[in-house]
């Protein structure tokens, strides 16, 4: 059986549109679909309660918005506790394409080497959405790729998100998007619970780092595919996106690259000032400008004292 683990956040029409292109996709094939609700504060509407009554859906309600990791963590637990093979991670603005939860775990039922399967991510315009890497992350990647340098080193920059090979071809690769992916049973209790310090980015890095502890393969599979409508969650969240963003890179290369200090000040200081930069034109950005600097300091602070401890 296939466990589809859906997080929701105030956005229940989408995770609704979510569902319903997963079923649909399923066609026949046992599936359970763990809806995850992250302590929204809008109310459930009747049609995703109807739907909820009507199909194989189990409906868990976290007490708190502990973010991406902490809500999938709620559905991974209960996935394994209900004896489910295979376990599709997927934020809830995506939409399945014709077969392709059923060629992730296909593929993954023929490679038991693998404990990882991502498909091909397509945003609403058709472009391909950066949906897999081909190396663990460094430091060096954390300026090179993650900053306006990338303009600079254009050619690290595609080889890291694999832009210099072919999308429409198979391969290994180091982490695939954490929008959607595909897991076995045995791989979730090796690399889970997921480090539920991140909040809304840099989750995937983590993942690629445990699996290459735990000796698992990650495959990027082409001829599965998803559409992305990114930003349906996000957009209404913009400021505190760019919070977790700082937040979660400062996490990364503290806890898990043991950053030098001067490496966690410059990539401080960097969001802050994109941050000013943007909130200029954005009047959103702007009213949560005095937030956005007193949280990403308490995460700055944290990090250089962890990195102390290591030291």
Known sequence: MTGIIILN?????????????????CKGAPYTIYLVDNASTAPMSDRVREYIKKHPVCFLQSKENGGYAKG????????????????????????????????????????????IAGPKVLMEHGRVQYSCCSKRTEMKDMFQVFTIAKLIFRRQWKTYYCLDQDPGKDRDVYYVSGCCFMMTAACAREITPLDEHTVLYDEELIIGIRMEEAGLKTHYCSGAKVLHRHGHTTDRVKPFMFQCICQSELYYCSRYLHAKRWQLWLMYRYRRMLYWIRSMRDAGLRSYLSTFR????????????????VL
């Open 72 to 115: 999938n963590n709620i559905g991974i637990r209960k996935a394994l506790e209900d004896g489910c093979d295979y376990l599709l991670i997927a934020n809830n603005d995506i939409l399945f394409g014709e077969g392709a939860i059923q060629q992730m775990a296909d593929y993954l039922k023929m490679h038991p080497d693998t404990g």
């Open 294 to 309: 007193q949280e990403t300091r308490k995460s700055y602070q944290s990090s250089c004292y962890s990195t102390m401890k």
């Open 9 to 25: 956040y105030q956005t229940w029409e989408t995770s609704l549109k979510c569902m319903k292109s997963a079923a649909k996709n």
